[in-house]
């Protein structure tokens, strides 16, 4: 992967440059949060964390016509843009990876490959604050799924090439770009070292899936699920979560159909429902357990890694204040606490 440096004073111009490749997004405040908006570059702000929503908006938006019926066919929906998304952190990016992995493993899903075609990605280094924690989940650093990567260090940056694409939108901007020099190696390393130091959030994810698979009865999911209001904030603002549904709107008059994907989420009370009006999940704490099988225990046997990346997304928003980190505490020490109780007993 290649280097090199961008002088604080040619970020703006190198920024406006790449306005040349799509129409040019990045994070901008919206009331006490963030949100990803097409701005003017001056406007977004560097020491942005975690938007509202995640950038997987950009790949399966939320509400996306995807055929259209019209003179007894149909036809493929695309609404493609060209795009160049600047902000991304580390661990939105692994998010990403995860998102591109489901889209495009099994069932390639071409609306998905479409809108990533269209799209630069520019990734940016990040200070943690008081809900990050993906340094624990492994995710704090990334070396693939982006095109650009800018590494903030006040005085410079340090821009990390990340594929031919972004190769090809460096070459019509190489006057703003220098070669690296052993100081700014330095100065790398110590901003890394100050960087992981900041950390406050840890969880320990070891030996989860087996966790997780023995507390299959335990009354920690009643808990949640007395709390939970089945919103699915959780779902929707978490950069790996993919469900989605579809459905066709009928003009009885024109005879049009359009068929809409939109995302949907494992926590609602009709996700498991199937003809006949069985839900195979009516208990809120089923489907909270659900979830968190899927990112901590199914997600880990198919990939080798879990399908949480610590952006704290889902500590932030949940309106009830379940967090990830409390629920992955309260299972370990649960089974642990059980373990030494047999391991007693057993000895006595
Ligand atoms: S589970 Fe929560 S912290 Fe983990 S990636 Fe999803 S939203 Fe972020
Ligand atoms: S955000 Fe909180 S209340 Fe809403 S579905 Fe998720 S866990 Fe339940």
Redesign the pocket.
Known sequence: MRVFKLKRENFLPFLKGLEKFGELWGPVKKGENYVYAKEDPEKFELKALRTIIPAKKFFIPKNSTILKFKNGEWKEHYEVRKRVIFGLHPCELNGLNIYHRFYTRLYPDPYYLKARENTLIVGLSCMPDDKCFCFATKTSTVDEGFDLFLTDLEDKFLLWIGSPKGEDAIRTLSEFLEEVSQKDIDDYIAWRKRRDRAFKLDIDLEGMPEIVTFSYDSPIWEKMGDA????????MVCPTCTCFDIDDEYDIRQDEMNRQRFWYSC?FREYSMVAGGHNFREAKSER?KLWYTHKLVGFMSEYGSPACVGCGR?IA????G?NVLSVVKALRKEKTDAFWKRVEVKNA
């Open positions: 939970c209001l089945s919103c699915g904030t959780c779902t926590v909270l889902c928003s949940c309106p009830v379940i």
